[in-house]
């Protein structure tokens, strides 16, 4: 019973903490996704308001499709802003890698400030029937800062991924330990069960033996065998029992043999 106990009490140890490991490791998988997808968010959104601003300089559409392209830019404005936001909270655990990959979003942060101010330029000039205007800064100051913007967004969902991936893998290998370890205490504590077994089957057969050789003995009429009686357990008991018969087999055969010769 002692022996099934300590084998539960292990595999349940074991198991506890292999379950607080994977629930490590799916955490790690779910954080890395969620700041991926919060950066994809931003890119998409970047190119989204690009598209929007261009449609409202370049397209002589009617008045609801500008306003449809204006609602566009402004949702833009907002997805940026918001995902941005959850980002940079995500990200200031004070660990040193989220710190690396903090920099990095706000190093996206200043461009995307500059570029907001350039887009929001350029669509008020296209609104407001300036649109030669509008052309030449998309020309001369938008292209060049969203090549820029969407580079630095690129370069951190790189880190991203790349630190996430080692991260999952380091969280992958220690579930991998922690199985291992628990397989590996389970098996010893088994053997140890077993090897224990063993010897106390053989503690009990042993003397068990003994005392029906004993028992042979004296039934095939040998009442002079040496019996140990020196144990203080149930099996001393037995050989005191048995060297007790064995006296009073003794003491009755030699009053047989005295009556006899008399």
């Not at 449609?55 to 559409?61: E, F, G, Q, T």
């Not at 979003?105 to 296209?126: D, L, P, S």
């Amino acid at each position: 019973v002692v022996l099934a106990l300590a084998v539960v009490l292990v595999s349940g140890m074991g198991l506890r903490d292999l379950a607080v490991s994977q629930a490590n490791y799916e955490n790690q998988i779910n954080v890395v996704e969620k700041q991926s997808a919060l950066l994809t968010t931003v890119f998409d959104a970047v190119n989204a308001r690009a598209i929007a601003a261009r449609n409202i300089v370049l397209l002589d559409a009617a008045p609801d499709q500008i306003a449809l392209e204006k609602k566009s830019v402004d949702l833009s404005f907002e997805r940026i802003n918001a995902s941005m936001k959850e980002l940079k909270n995500r990200l200031s655990n004070g660990d040193a890698k989220s710190a690396g990959l903090l920099r990095k979003v706000e190093e996206i942060e200043k461009i995307e400030a500059k570029y907001a101010v350039v887009a929001t330029e350029i669509v008020g000039k296209a609104l407001g029937g300036q649109r030669d205007a509008a052309v030449l800064q998309i020309v001369t100051e938008c292209r060049p800062l969203l090549r820029t913007l969407v580079a630095a967004v690129e370069a951190a969902k790189q880190e991203i991924d790349a630190v996430g991936a080692h991260d999952v893998a380091a969280s992958m290998a220690e579930v991998q330990q922690l199985r291992l370890e628990m397989f590996v205490v389970i098996g010893l504590t088994l053997l140890a069960a077993g090897a224990l077994s063993v010897v106390m089957t053989r503690k009990i057969t042993g003397p068990i033996a003994q005392a029906v050789g004993i028992a042979q003995t004296v039934a095939a009429g040998d009442l002079s065998a040496a019996i140990d009686t020196s144990k203080r357990d149930e099996t001393g008991q037995l050989f005191r029992a048995l060297q007790s018969m064995q006296s009073s087999l003794a003491n009755v055969v030699t009053s047989v043999r005295s009556g006899s010769e008399s």
